[in-house]
């Protein structure tokens, strides 16, 4: 089963506890993952994957394509929101990232300008950055969504 999911098509905020702990599709979709033991989390965005830096304002910017360990490093790099259409930007991807990799997912955060990048991740293609799911024996998911992963 490939569940889509969106914070948009709930009816009412009150239909999702603890809306206002997270308020993102990145976060909620990890939640998601943790809630029914997902092996793998896809988040799409219109970036290819994490970078060193911000991309688009600088050229030197490095293209990170595994993470195998998430890092207060790697966390630093998540900078703030970086699209006029997204709420949460790289800073909760990476919140997210810890969410699903803690809970025993792994995740791939990939372009969703081509419509083809799910069939080519399904056919073993490199897209995007994959985060290696590394289970937490103390994960408790309502740990993480009070405390551990705000932005």
Same mark, same amino acid.
């Given at each position: @089963?490939?569940?889509?999911?969106?914070? *948009? $098509?709930?009816?009412?905020?009150?239909?999702?506890? #603890?809306?206002?702990?997270?308020? %993102?599709?990145? /976060?909620?979709?990890?939640?998601?993952?943790?809630?029914?033991? @997902?092996? +793998?989390?896809?988040?799409?965005?219109?970036? $290819?994957?994490? #970078?060193?830096? %911000?991309?688009?304002? *600088?050229?030197?910017? /490095?293209?990170?394509?595994?993470?195998?360990?998430?890092?207060?490093? +790697?966390? !630093?790099?998540?900078?703030?929101? !970086?699209? &006029?259409?997204?709420?949460?930007?790289?800073? @909760?991807?990476?919140? @997210?990232?810890?969410?699903?990799?803690?809970?025993?997912?792994?995740?791939?955060?990939?372009?969703? &300008? $081509?419509?083809?990048?799910?069939?080519? +991740?399904? *056919? !073993?293609?490199?897209? !995007?950055?994959?985060?290696?799911?590394?289970?937490? /024996? %103390?994960?408790?998911?309502?740990? #993480?969504?009070?405390?551990? #992963?705000?932005?």
């Amino acid at each position: @089963a490939v569940p889509v999911v969106n914070e *948009n $098509d709930t009816v009412s905020t009150s239909e999702i506890p #603890y809306v206002d702990n997270f308020g %993102d599709n990145d /976060r909620l979709s990890a939640i998601v993952s943790a809630l029914i033991g @997902a092996d +793998l989390l896809i988040l799409m965005s219109d970036i $290819d994957g994490l #970078y060193s830096k %911000d991309p688009h304002k *600088n050229p030197d910017a /490095r293209f990170i394509g595994l993470v195998e360990e998430i890092t207060p490093e +790697l966390i !630093g790099m998540g900078g703030g929101s !970086g699209s &006029d259409v997204g709420t949460g930007g790289m800073a @909760a991807k990476l919140a @997210a990232a810890r969410i699903a990799t803690d809970s025993g997912s792994d995740m791939i955060i990939c372009n969703a &300008d $081509d419509v083809n990048v799910i069939h080519e +991740l399904v *056919n !073993g293609e490199e897209k !995007g950055t994959l985060f290696l799911a590394h289970p937490n /024996r %103390d994960f408790d998911l309502m740990d #993480y969504i009070n405390t551990k #992963y705000e932005i």
